[in-house]
């Protein structure tokens, strides 16, 4: 400031800002103060050795020119203190007229955070009316006091540190972030250190994950390194804030920063409320009096900046020039500063930075370490499985916010049995929370409470707001399209206020334009976000004739299944403004023959499963039994759909709450863990199952997965109507294979069995025998990949030839040897309708041929198709087998893949039924 020689300013910038206003103010303070522009009230100058202050803002201070440290010291003149309008007594507890304070009387009392407002001090300016002893005495309890008579004989740093810093000590104790304000422990045993990416270059950046970039390294145990500029980066959501509020308070505490001065955290909403910051307002967040800002400003300018720390959290557009400045290193070039920046501001601080770090998502380690430190272990493990229930919600939860969020939740719940079971309601219940969270840090203090139990209980001036991110997001899915930019928004709403009321579900990307220009794109966290806020502007601001109108011309497309699904979940609700439940089910009758229709007419076939979870994000019994009528009982999963364990549960749930019949489950083309056939039987215990004629199940099932197993062979032992059955892949131990095949065996109406792909060794073919016993209508029976070797089969040829109706015989790649020929051969005698042999992949050979042939041109084998491909045959079985040129009903004999000359195949193709590749 102008009392300090010129060439001593240690504010080089003032007129850009710096400490003063950004336009015309360039003293200490801004327009509130009651100095003049040299930073002194010209009402009280004097001429003495000092430039003296106006005595109701604190005491004279004696000063010579900045050299190095500062030679400044706390006047010890008892004369000049007891100039103060008010007594010792009055002004520190503990004093009388003739005592000294009490030495263990902190500098502040009644400290109440940075929210602190400045009328709160209790010096007042020359222009105020002079408060009397019995005014005094009333108000000292609940006002800050400054205890000078600590100060004197401290040098300037000394006072500094030990006067003003426990303030912001005691300020930072309770420093909470939104996510910490959810959970019930302190937040530092909660913490989870993030994972890290470093940039890549700068401009068009690129992150790239960085494990040596931790908490510790960012902010170390002591010194940082001085002048040294930070930049972190994150989604919304993701913890910046959180990071800086943990060093505060970790500097505080003396955990880290140990060697840092002063620490001043400056939260998001000083950058938000005014458009003109000065170094004045960063103080006041802390010190709310003249003076104390005064000699906190001296301090800053006698070190340069040195071992002091500057958190800027939360930094959205370009900053202040005091921010600016102060990153720019032409103000306070010492001090080290962290900055948490929004993605849209990064062009702003980016030639700034020494590093430019961005917090990541969290990964399944973080998600389970947070809840873990959050909950005891019985609760952990509940909360565990309610998240790996919802895909949805494993995805949401990667941002710390929203896993916060639920957290919440659960704990307020004590249970999951009351916690959002739908991904309607999981969407729903987040926005709500979101919503609330960002409203309450909008309000001002002492206002009334924030109510929100719907979306229509919004406040009025956001609900414009709201409403445009649900249009932009139904525009941008119709459109096939997951970014939106400025130029899309109503110019009656701003981005900003879009992204202020939901932040961590929208995220910023820097892009350039066609001229290089950077232009900001803007998208939703996820797809099913932006399908949600989609399906309520569809559901809620368009009328029934243009929400029919959408369903006929957008219900067959793939990437609106989810716009359909969140559709029928807010449809369904019943809230005052939703249609009766009748005109909904309505709706949904003529939406899913809508989709069975446009499917007959689609090569790639109906897609089942994307109905499935419409009709379940209703919760309706008349909604699943509107969906298995127009099905007809029979549900098919195509190739294409590729299930989870929550989509089994899903089809399991509607299967259970339909009236309707089902006849048919077909999974045979989708690949099933453990995990989906376990979720899918379990949630059919209590379905009606007596209707079932067709199951077909592909695995895996891993050897040793009881539960699945279990769930399996209960299930089956409930399907005495089933006529087929298909499990492949399913390879359990041996105990729960036996366990298995005994219930299959009491399925006596099976005419279809496949258990391929099932590991049944040669040891199993005795069981085999006993589960064939009992299955007399059996037609078709495929063992097919599985070792069931020779001794195999010629166990389980007890059992096959009492299937005296089997006409289908599918054996490929049994491991079958030239062993195998003579109990092959009596099966071709004994099972008269046999019609189909699949030998394919064995190893049969030439004798295996040979001694299987008296069976073939037995006048009981009725064989019209046998495939023998790749069984290592030579010149002498493939010759052998022109005995069967006489064989009238033999219409299709495969020897492709044998070690079998051209000279022989050209004698074979006098048979017209062998079919031999050239």
């Given at each position: 400031?102008?009392?300090?020689?010129?060439?001593?300013?240690?504010?080089?910038?003032?007129?850009?800002?710096?400490?003063?206003?950004?336009q015309?103010?360039?003293?200490?303070?801004?327009?509130?103060?009651?100095?003049?522009?040299?930073?002194?009230?010209?009402?009280?100058?004097?001429?003495?050795?000092g430039p003296?202050?106006?005595?109701?803002?604190?005491?004279?201070?004696?000063?010579?020119?900045?050299?190095?440290?500062?030679?400044?010291?706390?006047?010890?003149?008892?004369?000049?203190?007891q100039q103060h309008?008010?007594?010792?007594?009055?002004?520190?507890?503990?004093?009388?007229?003739?005592n000294?304070?009490?030495?263990?009387?902190?500098?502040?009392?009644?400290?109440?955070?940075?929210?602190m407002?400045?009328?709160?001090?209790?010096?007042?300016?020359?222009?105020?009316?002079?408060?009397?002893?019995e005014e005094?005495e009333?108000?000292?309890?609940?006002?800050?006091?400054?205890?000078?008579?600590r100060?004197r004989?401290l040098s300037?740093?000394?006072?500094?540190?030990?006067?003003?810093?426990?303030?912001?000590?005691?300020?930072?104790?309770?420093?909470?972030t939104?996510?910490?304000?959810?959970?019930?422990?302190?937040?530092?045993?909660?913490?989870v250190?993030?994972?890290?990416?470093?940039?890549?270059?700068?401009?068009?950046m690129?992150?790239?994950?960085?494990v040596?970039?931790?908490?510790?390294?960012?902010?170390?145990?002591?010194?940082?390194?001085?002048g040294?500029?930070?930049?972190?980066?994150s989604?919304?959501?993701?913890?910046?804030?959180?990071?800086l509020?943990?060093?505060?308070?970790?500097?505080?505490?003396?955990?880290?920063?140990t060697?840092?001065?002063?620490?001043?955290?400056?939260?998001?909403?000083?950058?938000?409320?005014?458009?003109?910051?000065?170094?004045?307002?960063?103080?006041?967040?802390?010190?709310?009096?003249?003076t104390?800002?005064?000699?906190?400003?001296r301090?800053?300018?006698?070190c340069?900046?040195a071992?002091?720390c500057?958190c800027?959290?939360?930094?959205?557009?370009?900053?202040?020039?005091?921010?600016?400045?102060?990153?720019?290193?032409t103000?306070?070039?010492?001090?080290?500063?962290?900055?948490?920046?929004?993605?849209e501001?990064?062009?702003?601080?980016e030639?700034?930075?020494?590093?430019?770090?961005r917090i990541?998502?969290?990964?399944?380690?973080q998600?389970?370490?947070?809840?873990?430190?959050s909950?005891?272990?019985?609760?952990?493990?509940?909360?565990?499985?309610?998240?790996n229930?919802?895909?949805?919600?494993?995805?949401?939860?990667?941002?710390?916010l929203?896993?916060?969020?639920?957290?919440h939740?659960?704990?307020?719940?004590?249970?999951?049995?009351q916690?959002?079971?739908?991904?309607?309601?999981?969407?729903?219940?987040l926005?709500?929370?979101?919503?609330?969270?960002?409203?309450s840090?909008?309000s001002s203090?002492?206002?009334?409470?924030?109510?929100l139990?719907?979306?229509d209980?919004?406040?009025?001036?956001h609900?414009?707001?709201?409403?445009?991110?649900c249009?932009?997001a139904?525009?941008?899915?119709l459109?096939?399209?997951?970014?939106?930019?400025?130029?899309?928004v109503?110019r009656?709403?701003?981005?900003?206020?879009?992204?202020?009321?939901?932040?961590?579900?929208?995220v910023?990307?820097?892009?350039?334009?066609?001229?290089?220009?950077?232009?900001?794109?803007?998208?939703?966290?996820?797809?099913?976000v932006?399908?949600?806020?989609?399906a309520l502007?569809?559901?809620?601001?368009?009328?029934?004739?243009?929400?029919?109108?959408?369903?006929?011309?957008?219900?067959k497309?793939?990437?609106?299944?989810?716009?359909w699904?969140?559709?029928?979940?807010?449809a369904?609700k019943?809230?005052?403004?939703?249609?009766?439940?009748?005109?909904?089910?309505?709706?949904f009758?003529?939406?899913?023959?809508?989709v069975?229709?446009t499917?007959?007419?689609?090569?790639?076939?109906?897609?089942?499963?994307?109905?499935?979870?419409?009709?379940?994000?209703?919760?309706?019994?008349?909604?699943?039994t509107?969906?298995?009528?127009?099905?007809q009982?029979?549900?098919s999963?195509?190739?294409?759909?590729?299930?989870?364990?929550?989509?089994?549960?899903?089809?399991?749930?509607?299967?259970?709450?339909?009236h309707?019949?089902?006849?048919?489950?077909?999974?045979?083309?989708s690949?099933?863990?453990?995990?989906c056939?376990?979720?899918?039987?379990?949630?059919?215990e209590?379905?009606?199952?007596?209707?079932?004629t067709?199951?077909?199940?592909?695995g895996p099932?891993?050897?040793?997965?009881?539960e699945?197993?279990?769930?399996?062979?209960?299930?089956?032992?409930?399907?005495?109507?089933?006529?087929?059955?298909?499990?492949?892949?399913?390879?359990?131990?041996p105990?729960?294979?036996?366990?298995?095949?005994?219930?299959?065996?009491?399925?006596?109406?099976?005419?279809?069995l496949?258990?391929?792909?099932?590991?049944?060794?040669?040891?199993?073919?005795?069981?085999?025998?006993?589960?064939?016993k009992?299955?007399?209508?059996?037609?078709?029976l495929?063992l097919?990949?599985?070792?069931?070797?020779?001794q195999?089969?010629?166990?389980m040829?007890?059992?096959?030839?009492?299937?005296?109706?089997?006409?289908?015989?599918r054996?490929?790649e049994?491991?079958?040897?030239?062993?195998?020929?003579?109990?092959?051969?009596?099966?071709l005698?004994?099972?008269?309708?046999?019609?189909?042999?699949?030998?394919?992949?064995?190893?049969?050979?030439t004798?295996?041929?040979?001694?299987?042939?008296?069976?073939l041109?037995?006048e009981?084998?009725?064989?019209?198709?046998?495939?023998?491909?790749?069984?290592?045959?030579?010149?002498?079985?493939?010759m052998?087998?022109?005995?069967?040129?006489?064989?009238?009903?033999?219409?299709?004999?495969r020897?492709?893949?044998?070690?079998?000359?051209?000279?022989?195949?050209?004698?074979?193709?006098?048979?017209?039924?062998?079919?031999?590749?050239q």
């Open positions: 400031p102008s009392r300090y020689p010129q060439e001593s300013n240690p504010f080089p910038s003032m007129g850009s800002g710096g400490l003063a206003s950004e015309h103010h360039s003293g200490v303070f801004d327009s509130h103060s009651s100095y003049s522009q040299d930073g002194y009230s010209s009402a009280n100058r004097t001429t003495s050795t003296p202050r106006n005595l109701t803002h604190g005491p004279p201070v004696e000063s010579t020119q900045f050299s190095g440290e500062s030679s400044m010291r706390w006047s010890d003149n008892p004369i000049q203190q309008p008010l007594s010792l007594a009055q002004v520190v507890p503990g004093t009388s007229a003739g000294p304070p009490d030495p263990n009387i902190t500098s502040y009392q009644g400290r109440t955070g940075p929210q407002e400045r009328q709160d001090a209790i010096a007042p300016s020359s222009s105020e009316k002079q408060l009397s002893v005094t009333k108000n000292v309890n609940s006002q800050p006091v400054y205890n000078y008579q100060l004989g300037l740093e000394e006072g500094c540190i030990q006067n003003f810093r426990p303030i912001l000590c005691e300020s930072y104790k309770n420093l909470k939104s996510t910490e304000k959810l959970t019930v422990k302190p937040p530092s045993e909660i913490f250190n993030p994972v890290f990416s470093s940039a890549n270059g700068r401009g068009e690129r992150f790239v994950a960085d040596s970039i931790t908490y510790d390294s960012i902010f170390p145990a002591e010194a940082p390194e001085k040294k500029r930070t930049v972190i980066l989604d919304p959501g993701c913890g910046k804030t959180l990071l509020t943990k060093a505060a308070r970790d500097w505080a505490a003396g955990r880290h920063l060697a840092v001065s002063l620490l001043l955290y400056v939260p998001a909403h000083v950058f938000a409320s005014k458009k003109r910051v000065t170094l004045v307002d960063l103080l006041s967040l802390y010190y709310p009096d003249e104390m800002q005064g000699e906190v400003a301090y800053f300018a006698a340069g900046g071992d002091i500057f800027f959290d939360g930094l959205q557009k370009r900053p202040p020039s005091v921010v600016a400045e102060i990153l720019g290193g103000l306070l070039p010492n001090a080290t500063v962290f900055v948490a920046c929004h993605p501001a990064i062009e702003f601080v030639a700034q930075a020494s590093s430019i770090v990541e998502r969290f990964g399944s380690e998600v389970q370490a947070y809840i873990k430190r909950l005891d272990s019985e609760h952990a493990r509940v909360f565990n499985e309610y998240i229930s919802y895909p949805l919600l494993q995805k949401l939860c990667t941002v710390p929203h896993l916060a969020v639920f957290m939740l659960f704990n307020c719940s004590g249970s999951t049995t916690l959002p079971d739908t991904d309607t309601k999981i969407l729903e219940l926005v709500l929370n979101l919503l609330w969270l960002s409203l840090s909008q203090p002492g206002s009334e409470a924030i109510d139990q719907s979306l209980q919004l406040p009025q001036q609900e414009l707001a709201f409403d445009c991110l249009s932009l139904f525009d941008q899915i459109g096939s399209k997951n970014t939106f930019s400025s130029q899309d109503p009656e709403v701003s981005v900003a206020t879009i992204q202020s009321l939901c932040n961590s579900l929208i910023c990307d820097q892009d350039r334009s066609s001229t290089g220009l950077p232009v900001r794109r803007y998208s939703f966290t996820d797809p099913e932006q399908a949600y806020f989609a502007h569809l559901r809620r601001k368009l009328s029934a004739e243009q929400q029919e109108q959408v369903v006929r011309d957008y219900a497309y793939g990437q609106l299944r989810s716009l699904k969140f559709y029928c979940g807010i369904c019943e809230c005052p403004q939703a249609p009766p439940h009748d005109s909904f089910l309505t709706f009758s003529t939406f899913v023959q809508h069975i229709n499917s007959r007419a689609d090569t790639t076939g109906l897609e089942v499963l994307p109905l499935f979870h419409c009709a379940f994000e209703t919760r309706s019994p008349q909604a699943c509107i969906l298995l009528e127009k099905l009982g029979s549900i999963i195509t190739r294409s759909e590729k299930l989870t364990r929550p989509d089994c549960s899903i089809i399991g749930y509607v299967i259970c709450q339909s309707h019949a089902t006849s048919t489950l077909d999974f045979s083309d690949y099933l863990s453990s995990e056939i376990a979720a899918l039987t379990n949630q059919l209590n379905a009606r199952l007596e209707e079932i067709t199951l077909c199940l592909q099932i891993k050897a040793g997965d009881f699945a197993a279990a769930a399996l062979t209960s299930f089956l032992s409930n399907l005495r109507n089933l006529h087929k059955l298909s499990l492949c892949n399913i390879q359990v131990k105990s729960d294979q036996d366990t298995l095949l005994q219930t299959v065996s009491q399925l006596q109406k099976l005419h279809t496949r258990l391929s792909s099932s590991s049944l060794s040669p040891d199993r073919g005795t069981k085999l025998a006993e589960l064939l009992n299955l007399k209508d059996l037609q078709v495929d097919s990949y599985n070792p069931i070797k020779d195999g089969l010629k166990d040829s007890e059992g096959l030839l009492e299937c005296d109706k089997l006409s289908v015989l054996l490929r049994c491991w079958l040897a030239e062993g195998s020929g003579d109990t092959l051969a009596v099966i005698k004994k099972l008269p309708h046999l019609s189909d042999l699949e030998l394919q992949g064995n190893s049969l050979q004798m295996g041929v040979v001694k299987m042939l008296p069976g041109v037995d009981r084998c009725s064989l019209v198709n046998i495939n023998l491909m790749g069984n290592k045959i030579d010149d002498g079985g493939a052998s087998l022109l005995a069967l040129n006489s064989k009238r009903t033999l219409k299709d004999l020897l492709d893949g044998n070690a079998i000359s051209p000279g022989t195949a050209a004698s074979l193709k006098t048979m017209p039924c062998i079919h031999l590749a």
